[in-house]
Nanobody, 118 residues
Framework: QAQLVESGGGLVQAGGSLRLSCAAS????????MGWFRQAPGKQREFVGA????????VYSDSEKGRFTIFRDNGKNTVFLQMNSLKPEDTAVYYC???????????WGQGTQVTVSS
């Protein structure tokens, strides 16, 4: 059974860094888009960014560009989200997702909590 498992979340002070990992298993995801979403309390889930199967990786939001980097290791079926200069407003549950095309994320992880204290 295909599944995605996130790790690396936690509590960090503002200005700190975290690296989230998403390990995929149960099928080959190397031809899939793998992306990151987040959902803050009381807010809708938002798209953070994604990597295509050809390692074209993009952070979607202007407020995260320059602070967040997404990259993947197809050999290990893993996608990463490196987050630097974290802000309290980055506090959210971060989810990994994978799908055949953008907007068709068929597989989701259980989420990992990121809390940034001021």
């Amino acid at each position: 059974q295909a599944q995605l498992v996130e790790s690396g979340g936690g509590l960090v002070q503002a200005g700190g860094s975290l690296r989230l990992s998403c390990a995929a298993s149960g099928r080959t995801f190397s031809t899939y888009i793998m992306g990151w979403f987040r959902q803050a309390p009381g807010k809708q889930r938002e798209f953070v960014g994604a990597c295509t199967w050809s390692d074209h990786c993009t952070v979607y939001s202007d407020s995260e560009k320059g602070r967040f980097t997404i990259f993947r290791d197809n050999g290990k079926n893993t996608v990463f989200l490196q987050m630097n200069s974290l802000k309290p407003e980055d506090t959210a549950v971060y989810y990994c997702a994978a799908g055949p095309t953008a907007g068709q994320y068929h597989y989701w992880g259980q989420g990992t909590q990121v809390t940034v204290s001021s």
